[in-house]
């Protein structure tokens, strides 16, 4: 019997065929194999006079795959199409299915989250048909995205000179530059505190003053500040100590974004570099001749992790920390979006340490493997607990607050190092005995403008705003970047930190953008459309309508704006072109 099985990544057929054996072939597509064609309206490869059906070409460099995969397939009994498990690959599978002739309405669609034996040979049991709500909804975005990317940005290029335009890295250059106007505004503020310290037999405690007669205190200036100097030179007596356990959860195990923002910010890996490098973790590394993936599938927006996980993972801690180190199982809020197709980003065995692999990983998979393995370990693991203390010391109506902490149990942070705690030890105080300062200083401050987005932060941003799904982040900000809108660099001469600032050209191209634009380039807009994508991913909403809703919103804006936008005068440079003469520009 001869069956086909076809995967997106060539990387994976080795393993995959091995796991099925020798009744089948695994072949790969490479990725995508058609797009829109450049032809019809406007070169959009989209017919506007037939509820906006598409016209698909074979892209270039996909011919030979496709020849190639048309030869192997003749003749074969059974045909598995087991794209990526995700919006794009379930087109991929559609187009896959519609260029090899293949019956659309056959069980032939598979998916798996790992690629271990066991998840790949449970899933061809249960193969499914192509799920072709999902396909439509992939399909209405490409067509929204071909309109705005070909309309817009023609426009752009003639009337601002700037490259291109698009329906998502439009909201995200808007949300860099907003930010630098912010920060070019903003104007410091003076303000001040004061610190006094005590001493407890030897041990020194830090108090800050915050509240007077009851209300919260604040200090405006210096003579704000001289005040309670003046008022608090003799005794304070001890007027709340509070003792209590206070609880600290581990975190939900990572999804897309968190894991990139988070890797940002631990790791110091850019959201390509996350991406990349969770590709090969989840595609198999060799481990003792065998190949095996390391991770579930890593573009996810679901924190939910499988029964088989959660078990195998509260027996292996019970067995290696002992039984009151296991926790309970939280399976996270879901919001509107939550695609919850996929689990949360975790490891495909808990028995697989990152030590166990380290000598068949680079330095950049086994720094990655950790983070991840030890998250998903840890969000499976008792809270730790803390012995908090708070104490406030008081003089003519001013109350003087300070902090003291003990891990009391160490719970998840047994294994999960990236979180720490410091114990800040005040000792025992006696509440009838009078203490006196040893010291108390003014301090002057000025606050601070709005930080400018790092890679984690901009992440952040577009996922509580409902910009952008797990598999965009990262070319979102590559784009703009590459667009030459905003450059991606140290923060100043003193900070090395990496921060996007929007250059003269991007802040050009977002002001012709809001100027003529602004009602579908902005937050609300893109979040709206999205949600609209996922319905129709759902089923419940109609790809023409929404097509056709936005058209009619489009256009006319279009052509106000090929009317009205002004035109960027090029500047003369004041040096003749060696080649003919001309003035350069």
């Not at 994508?533 to 419940?540: H, M, P, V």
């Amino acid at each position: 019997m001869k069956n086909i099985v076809i995967v997106e990544s060539p990387t994976k057929t080795k393993t995959i065929e091995k796991y099925l054996g020798k009744d089948f072939e695994v072949v790969s597509s490479k990725g995508h194999i058609r797009d829109l064609a450049t032809r019809g309206k406007d070169g959009l490869g989209v017919d506007f006079e037939n509820d906006y059906a598409p016209t698909y070409t074979i892209s270039r460099d996909k011919r030979d795959t496709i020849k190639s995969l048309k030869s192997i397939v003749k003749g074969a009994d059974n045909v598995y199409l087991a794209t990526d498990t995700d919006r794009e690959g379930e087109a991929i599978s559609w187009h896959l299915a519609d260029e090899l002739g293949l019956d659309i309405d056959l069980e032939n669609r598979v998916v798996f989250n790992e690629i271990t034996k066991d998840a790949v040979l449970k899933a061809f049991e249960t193969p499914r048909k192509i799920d072709m709500d999902l396909v439509k909804s992939q399909e209405t975005r490409r067509i929204l995205d071909r309109i705005i990317g070909f309309k817009l940005s023609k426009l752009l290029q003639r009337k601002i000179r700037s490259k291109s335009a698009g329906r998502v890295q439009s909201v995200a250059l808007k949300l860099v530059v907003d930010r630098e106007n912010e920060i070019t505004a903003f104007v410091p503020e003076e303000y001040w505190s004061v610190i006094a310290l005590f001493d407890n037999d030897g041990i020194e405690i830090e108090t800050s003053v915050e509240r007077y007669k009851g209300e919260k205190f604040e200090m405006k200036n210096e003579a704000d500040a001289q005040a309670v100097l003046d008022a608090t030179t003799g005794v304070f007596q001890i007027t709340n100590l509070t003792k209590r356990d206070r609880k600290r959860n581990p975190k939900l195990p990572f999804i897309t974004s968190t894991l990139q923002q988070e890797a940002s910010t631990r790791l110091g890996f850019q959201t390509r570099k996350t991406m990349r490098v969770a590709q090969k973790l989840y595609e198999g590394k060799a481990l003792n001749g065998e190949t095996e993936g390391l991770i579930t599938y890593m573009r996810t927006d679901s924190y939910r992790l499988s029964q088989t996980f959660v078990d195998d993972a509260k027996g292996f801690i019970k067995d290696n920390y002992g039984k009151k180190y296991v926790g309970t199982y939280r399976p996270g809020k879901k919001d509107e979006n939550t695609q919850d197709a996929h689990e949360a980003i975790r490891p495909t065995s808990i028995e697989r340490t990152p030590q166990s692999v380290k000598a068949f990983l680079t330095p950049d998979e086994y720094k990655l493997y950790s983070f991840i393995y030890y998250r998903a370990l840890a969000s499976l693991m008792a809270p730790a607990v803390i012995d908090a203390v708070s104490v406030t010391f008081s003089q003519n109506d001013y109350d003087f607050n300070g902090t003291g902490q003990t891990l009391k149990f160490d719970g998840y942070l047994k294994v999960y190092s990236y979180d720490t705690t410091t114990d800040k030890i005040i000792g025992e105080l006696d509440e009838k005995k009078a203490y006196s300062a040893k010291s108390i200083i003014p301090n002057q401050h000025f606050t601070q403008p709005p930080a400018r987005y790092n890679e984690a932060r901009l992440v952040k941003e577009l996922e509580e705003l409902g910009i952008g799904r797990p598999s965009t982040y990262s070319m979102i900000m590559e784009t703009i970047v590459a667009r030459g809108y905003v450059t991606y660099g140290a923060a100043s001469e003193t900070n090395s930190s990496k921060v996007f600032k929007p250059t003269e050209q991007g802040m050009i191209t977002n002001e012709s953008l809001q100027d003529h634009f602004n009602s579908i380039i902005n937050v609300n807009y893109t979040a709206n459309m999205e949600n609209d994508l996922d319905k129709i991913a759902e089923g419940s909403a109609n790809s023409t309508k929404a097509i056709d809703d936005f058209v009619k919103l489009f256009y006319p804006l279009l052509d106000e704006a090929n009317e009205n936008m002004e035109q960027l005068e090029l500047e003369k440079v004041g040096e003749l072109c060696p080649e003919d003469g001309g003035e350069l520009v």
